[in-house]
């Protein structure tokens, strides 16, 4: 099973810093890896697929880099709306699996 | 609008049986793969099984398999998650996904999520 670790588990950020988050795999997973982004009582919302690729209606903010077995999410300018647990998702092998997930706080 | 609503949760004890319904709208069903996620209570998210576009091949984690069975209808646009022998630890709400257009693509469309307790 591959294993994916997130880091930090939870940040407080001030509105409008930058925020990043990685994502290690235990293996080579391409870029078979996923972001989303759920806040309390809703369902996850696909930002990020395959490590780069902005998902349409995301906002620009957004964005993903890496490949191989390191990731990294960026929010670019943080705003209130953004507070949020944000997982990270690898599709390359069965089974599929999530990171533990990054609670961001707004300071 | 493309849309995924899942129904069935419930309560039910140990040992017992449950059927989750996943139905489709908006879009043309019988062309994506379906997954079923769920989370439990203050948990993070694990994904559970996989269903092919055409029901030609099925995944499960290892904790499900030999007791949850994944299917489809797809002139009715259902997808269902048949779980028997439910344990404690199946306490989760379950969401049914949709994977994107390219295999192994991210799932750019879940449910509302339904909750399954298991409890005597």
């Known amino acids: 099973e591959v294993v994916l670790t997130q880091s930090p588990d939870f940040q407080s950020v001030t509105p409008k810093e930058k925020v990043t988050i990685t994502c290690r795999a235990s293996?080579?997973?391409?870029?078979?890896l996923h972001w989303y982004q759920q806040k309390p009582d809703q369902s996850p919302k696909l930002l990020i697929r395959?490590?780069?690729q902005s998902f349409s209606g995301a906002p620009s903010r957004f964005s993903g880099s890496g490949s191989g077995t390191d990731f990294t999410l960026t929010i670019d300018g943080l705003e209130a709306e953004d507070a949020a647990t944000y997982y990270c998702?690898?599709?390359?092998?069965?089974?599929?699996?999530f990171g533990q997930g990054t609670k961001v706080e707004i300071k | 609008q493309a849309q995924l609503v899942e129904s069935g949760g419930a309560v039910v004890q140990p040992g017992r049986s449950l059927r989750l319904s996943c139905a489709a709208s908006?879009?043309?069903?019988?062309?994506?793969?379906t997954h079923w996620v769920r989370q439990a209570p203050g948990k993070g998210l694990e994904w559970v099984a996989l269903?092919?576009?055409?029901?030609?091949?099925?995944y499960y984690v290892d904790s499900v398999k030999g007791r949850f069975t994944i299917s489809r209808d797809n002139p009715n646009k259902t997808s269902y998650l048949q779980m028997n022998s439910l344990r404690a630890e199946d306490t989760a709400v379950y969401y049914c996904?949709?994977?994107?257009?390219?295999?192994?693509?991210?799932?750019?469309?879940w449910g509302p999520g339904t909750m399954v307790i298991v409890s005597s």
């Open positions: 996904v949709r994977e994107g257009t390219v295999a192994g693509d991210a799932f750019d469309i």
């Open positions: 908006g879009f043309t069903f019988s062309s994506y793969a």
């Open positions: 269903i092919l576009h055409d029901g030609s091949n099925r």
């Open positions: 293996q080579n997973i391409v870029s078979n």
């Open positions: 395959f490590a780069s």
């Open positions: 998702h690898q599709s390359s092998y069965f089974p599929q699996t």
